[in-house]
């Protein structure tokens, strides 16, 4: 009797509860239906979503109550592309001092020859170190602005700090352009020396020989040299484009158009930062006899030998030889006097 | 501590653009800046809304979050300030601002802007007080007067209201009451005034 009892009672609460629970379902539908509602939600809703209206103020988007996106930018920019950038830039800085720390440069394999080979002409050095210099200025001021008030304004004083960073920010807008004319000069002049070849994917699988062992034989640019190329023109473009975007804001782009072109910005700049710090290292600490090359536009006979020995076939200072076949370290190279190309 | 706002009743709104004019003459607004504007959603249409917008001076401002030279202040009474000495005029309160308050005496090249403009609640600015310099920089300082900013002191209809929060939060708040409910194309008008009762409404 009594196991029938809890049976009905326990049925009666199951009931209870369905009809309850849709009892409540109507009442709420009831609520929202067209009485409830606030007849003007939807405009609002709109209006928080960037639909523009009317205004006497003249000017660029003074119709616009709500400017929506600037949440969105604001967000990325303190957010996650602040991250991002430091993150990236701290990690290539820590892991090339470890690099350097455990496997040291790449040296010489065999001692200089004495004898020099022309690599790098006076317009390609000014060029490229025209470039560099724009590059780090632009970058720093730029860290300088995304940066500045969290890494300098603790330490300094708020006016001179905002002075430094009003001149950074003017030379960062003067030296925008000229980065941008370098990049195109500098795109045109190596352009066929960075077309992809056969040899290139050998030199990438063992990373240049820092892993595996030896020298893989490369043309006047190697895989590592063309990569940080495209990676420089791809980005470098990327850079420029925004850049100017954000420098003449005179052509009535509205702020979407800054704000989208301010995060790419960011975001390329990040790529070339980093990119460029490992360049800086190869091309200077990382490898011996490397940076006389674009100094002085000479490098050793045997620092050519080891990282460019197709390029040294090309121009035609040493005989092409068959694949594998390592270089004699007493040969005289042949017909070093000829032309370069 | 009051915290100062301001609140436009789009119910009595009625798009005169006094506020706009108001704060220009007042404030001695440099040439085409203007500080307050007002922006008539639907306009022409029946239920067309008017509102008048200017800084909002927000307790968590979007601007101060970017400004790279950290030039955004607020002051006592929650008035959000800049300080023009400091603005390098990069533009980044300008893309951060849901209401368009920041602007630039200039779109010059190479991103010459000058210095940012904005309302500054008839509070003037980090000079001192109803000095000069304070004067040429940010425009008049009314607050240091014992007066609210002239936009809202002048409005005709009352539709823009500025003080402390809290108490234009409860004038806000008893109109609404007054009203008594909102008005719906649906139904006849709620309140013997406004929108409701000029179009579409139906007749009671």
Same mark, same amino acid.
């Given at each position: 009797m009594a196991a029938t009892g809890c049976h009905r009672f326990g049925r009666l609460v199951r009931w209870g509860v369905l009809v309850g629970v849709l009892l409540m379902y109507a009442s709420l539908l009831w609520a929202a239906g067209p009485d409830g509602a606030n007849p003007r939600s939807d405009l609002w809703r709109q209006v928080r979503e960037g639909v523009s209206g009317y205004s006497a103020v003249a000017g660029q988007e003074t119709g616009e109550l709500i400017q929506a996106s600037g949440e969105f930018w604001r967000r990325l920019r303190n957010g996650p592309?602040?991250?991002?950038?430091?993150? !990236?830039?701290?990690?290539?800085?820590?892991?090339?001092?470890?690099?350097?720390? &455990?496997?040291?440069?790449?040296?010489?394999?065999?001692?200089?020859?004495?004898?020099?080979?022309?690599?790098?002409?006076?317009?390609?050095?000014?060029?490229?170190?025209?470039? !560099?210099?724009?590059?780090?200025?632009?970058?720093?001021?730029?860290?300088?602005?995304?940066?500045?008030?969290?890494?300098?304004?603790?330490?300094?004083?708020?006016?001179?700090?905002?002075?430094?960073?009003?001149?950074?920010?003017?030379?960062?807008?003067?030296?925008?352009?000229?980065?941008?004319?370098?990049?195109?000069?500098?795109?045109?002049?190596?352009?066929?020396?960075?077309?992809?070849?056969?040899?290139?994917?050998?030199?990438?699988?063992?990373?240049?020989?820092?892993?595996?062992?030896?020298?893989?034989?490369?043309?006047?640019?190697?895989?590592?040299?063309? !990569?940080?190329?495209?990676?420089?023109?791809?980005?470098?473009?990327?850079?420029?484009?925004?850049?100017?975007?954000?420098?003449?804001?005179?052509?009535?782009?509205?702020?979407?158009?800054?704000?989208?072109?301010? &995060?790419?910005?960011? !975001?390329?700049?990040?790529v070339i930062m980093t990119g460029a710090l490992g360049h800086i290292y190869i091309g200077s600490l990382g490898t011996e006899g490397a940076l006389e090359g674009m100094v002085r536009g000479r490098v050793d006979l045997s620092w050519a030998r080891q990282h460019h020995r197709l390029w040294l076939e090309e121009i035609g200072i040493e005989k092409k030889r068959p694949k594998g076949e390592a270089t004699p370290e007493t040969e005289r190279p042949t017909g070093f006097f000829r032309p370069q190309g | 501590m009051a915290r100062m706002k301001f609140l436009c009743d789009d119910e009595r709104c009625i798009e005169c653009n006094a506020c706009v004019t108001a704060c220009k003459n007042e404030n001695d607004v440099p040439w085409g800046v203007n500080r307050r504007r007002v922006v008539t959603l639907n306009d022409g249409q029946p239920g067309e809304k008017s509102i008048s917008v200017a800084c909002m001076h927000c307790t968590d401002p979007p601007c101060a979050a970017v400004c790279p030279v950290d030039c955004f202040y607020i002051t006592e009474d929650g008035v959000v300030l800049h300080d023009k000495d400091l603005c390098i005029g990069c533009g980044y309160c300008f893309y951060a601002c849901p209401f368009g308050a920041p602007q630039f005496p200039q779109d010059g090249a190479f991103g010459a802007r000058g210095k940012m403009d904005k309302c500054t609640f008839c509070a003037g600015g980090p000079e001192e007080d109803l000095s000069e310099a304070e004067f040429e920089k940010y425009g008049r300082n009314r607050l240091a007067e014992g007066k609210l900013p002239l936009c809202a002191e002048m409005c005709s209809t009352k539709a823009l209201l500025a003080g402390d929060g809290d108490i234009i939060a409860d004038i806000f708040r008893e109109r609404v009451v007054r009203r008594a409910g909102r008005d719906d194309d649906r139904k006849p008008p709620a309140s013997p005034w406004g929108w409701g009762q000029a179009y579409g409404g139906k007749k009671p």
């Amino acid at each position: 009797m009594a196991a029938t009892g809890c049976h009905r009672f326990g049925r009666l609460v199951r009931w209870g509860v369905l009809v309850g629970v849709l009892l409540m379902y109507a009442s709420l539908l009831w609520a929202a239906g067209p009485d409830g509602a606030n007849p003007r939600s939807d405009l609002w809703r709109q209006v928080r979503e960037g639909v523009s209206g009317y205004s006497a103020v003249a000017g660029q988007e003074t119709g616009e109550l709500i400017q929506a996106s600037g949440e969105f930018w604001r967000r990325l920019r303190n957010g996650p592309l602040s991250w991002a950038v430091g993150l !990236a830039l701290g990690g290539t800085l820590a892991a090339l001092s470890l690099f350097y720390l &455990l496997k040291g440069p790449i040296r010489l394999a065999k001692p200089r020859t004495g004898v020099l080979v022309p690599r790098w002409n006076a317009a390609e050095r000014f060029l490229h170190w025209l470039t !560099a210099l724009s590059f780090i200025l632009l970058a720093l001021t730029g860290l300088g602005l995304l940066y500045g008030r969290k890494a300098l304004l603790p330490w300094m004083q708020q006016e001179t700090f905002a002075a430094v960073l009003g001149w950074g920010k003017f030379l960062h807008n003067l030296t925008g352009p000229l980065f941008v004319l370098c990049l195109l000069a500098m795109t045109w002049m190596w352009f066929k020396d960075n077309l992809w070849r056969k040899s290139d994917w050998r030199w990438f699988k063992s990373f240049g020989g820092m892993f595996g062992g030896g020298h893989p034989p490369a043309g006047r640019m190697n895989a590592g040299e063309k !990569a940080w190329f495209w990676l420089l023109v791809t980005f470098g473009t990327l850079v420029s484009l925004t850049g100017l975007v954000l420098d003449f804001p005179l052509f009535g782009l509205e702020r979407e158009w800054m704000q989208l072109s301010h &995060l790419l910005h960011v !975001a390329g700049a990040l790529v070339i930062m980093t990119g460029a710090l490992g360049h800086i290292y190869i091309g200077s600490l990382g490898t011996e006899g490397a940076l006389e090359g674009m100094v002085r536009g000479r490098v050793d006979l045997s620092w050519a030998r080891q990282h460019h020995r197709l390029w040294l076939e090309e121009i035609g200072i040493e005989k092409k030889r068959p694949k594998g076949e390592a270089t004699p370290e007493t040969e005289r190279p042949t017909g070093f006097f000829r032309p370069q190309g | 501590m009051a915290r100062m706002k301001f609140l436009c009743d789009d119910e009595r709104c009625i798009e005169c653009n006094a506020c706009v004019t108001a704060c220009k003459n007042e404030n001695d607004v440099p040439w085409g800046v203007n500080r307050r504007r007002v922006v008539t959603l639907n306009d022409g249409q029946p239920g067309e809304k008017s509102i008048s917008v200017a800084c909002m001076h927000c307790t968590d401002p979007p601007c101060a979050a970017v400004c790279p030279v950290d030039c955004f202040y607020i002051t006592e009474d929650g008035v959000v300030l800049h300080d023009k000495d400091l603005c390098i005029g990069c533009g980044y309160c300008f893309y951060a601002c849901p209401f368009g308050a920041p602007q630039f005496p200039q779109d010059g090249a190479f991103g010459a802007r000058g210095k940012m403009d904005k309302c500054t609640f008839c509070a003037g600015g980090p000079e001192e007080d109803l000095s000069e310099a304070e004067f040429e920089k940010y425009g008049r300082n009314r607050l240091a007067e014992g007066k609210l900013p002239l936009c809202a002191e002048m409005c005709s209809t009352k539709a823009l209201l500025a003080g402390d929060g809290d108490i234009i939060a409860d004038i806000f708040r008893e109109r609404v009451v007054r009203r008594a409910g909102r008005d719906d194309d649906r139904k006849p008008p709620a309140s013997p005034w406004g929108w409701g009762q000029a179009y579409g409404g139906k007749k009671p």
